[in-house]
Every structure is written in structure tokens, then in C-alpha cells.
């Protein structure tokens, strides 16, 4: 994996370290024809990192699963313990967005929540819708000790939000390049 802000926190990591493989698993009645934009975005990972998925079984107690039961898109940020859920509004099936929910689950956060984001862009908060505002803090709270992992900071990263991300004027950005 490369440009990300990822978890150093070991109890957040997938086992074995440096080479995970995570169960994966869909919630009942997850429809068939999505299934396919699932596989697809595991293997988007699979080819470029060290990281596996395999289907889950019974005997898997750490377990993503995929559900299609939401409003919006969002996954948790590493391993949780238990089952984890990746929520997944119909709006969300495109490989794009689900590679980008599971790339939470190994681990990274959004580009713009770098320590360093300040020198890269401004945020313009007075433009964020409420209750969204969390969205872009900087060095969140409750994922314990992050790093950049010495990878430059990349406006274009899949993982950086749209320059008019939870905008109230979709007229005008909510993020500025520096
Ligand atoms: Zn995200």
C-alpha cells in the first residue's frame, strides 16, 4: 500500500503481520448481483498489496462482512474484533468506492487526516455541512499512534476526499490546494 496515513496500533493490525489475510462474509439477503464489485475490489488490493481475503467460515471469529443495509458508504478503521461490518448503500457499488471502504479495514485513513495535511491544503469550515465536521479532523483520536509511513502527501490519492466533500455550497470547494 502507498500515500495513506495508517494505524501503527499492533492490537488494530490483521494477523500475520505483514502478510494478513482477513475472512470476509456478506450479511444475509446481500444481493448477488453486488457480489461481484466485492470481489473485484478485494482482488484491486490483493494484486497490489501483500494483503489476502478469503471467505470466511464458522471458525472465524474476526470477520468483515459486507452489508448492504445503509445509507451511506463507511467501514471501520483496522481490525475491530468479531464481526466488522462494511456498509454499503446501493449507491456505493462501484469498485472505486468499495476498494476504498475495505482499504480502511487494513488500516489506512484519509489523506487529508495527516498531521501534515496544512501544508497541502485548507480547509474551508465555515462551507462543511453539520454533523460532518469529523470528517476532517486532523490526527483523529482512537486510532493510537499514526504515520505516514515516510510516503509524500497525494492530493489525487484515492484515499483524499473530493475538493467539494460534504460541501453546503456544492458551488465551492470545502478543500483548497496549497
Ligand atoms: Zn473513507
Not at 470466511?56 to 471501520?76: I, L, M, P
Amino acid at each position: 500500500m502507498q500515500r495513506r496515513q495508517a494505524i501503527t496500533s499492533a492490537v488494530k493490525m490483521w494477523q500475520p503481520m505483514g502478510a494478513p489475510v482477513i475472512p470476509y462474509t456478506y450479511e444475509p439477503g446481500f444481493p448477488d448481483n453486488y457480489k461481484q464489485v466485492i470481489l473485484d475490489s478485494l482482488r484491486f488490493w490483493e494484486l497490489r498489496t501483500c494483503v489476502r481475503f478469503i471467505l470466511a467460515t464458522s471458525a472465524d471469529r474476526k470477520v468483515v462482512s459486507f452489508n448492504h443495509n445503509s445509507a451511506g458508504c463507511s467501514s471501520y478503521v483496522g481490525m475491530v474484533g468479531g464481526k466488522q461490518t462494511i456498509n454499503l448503500a446501493p449507491g456505493c457499488m462501484s469498485v472505486t468506492i468499495v476498494a476504498h471502504e475495505v482499504s480502511h479495514v487494513f488500516g489506512t485513513l484519509h489523506v487529508q487526516s495527516r498531521s501534515d495535511r496544512d501544508q497541502y491544503v485548507q480547509i474551508d469550515t465555515a462551507n462543511i455541512q453539520k454533523g460532518t465536521e469529523h470528517n476532517f479532523l486532523k490526527d483523529p483520536q482512537g486510532y493510537g499512534t499514526l504515520s505516514t509511513y515516510g510516503i509524500p502527501y497525494e492530493l489525487g490519492s484515492m484515499q483524499h476526499y473530493a475538493e467539494k466533500a460534504f460541501a453546503i455550497d456544492r458551488n465551492r470547494p470545502t478543500i483548497y490546494a496549497r
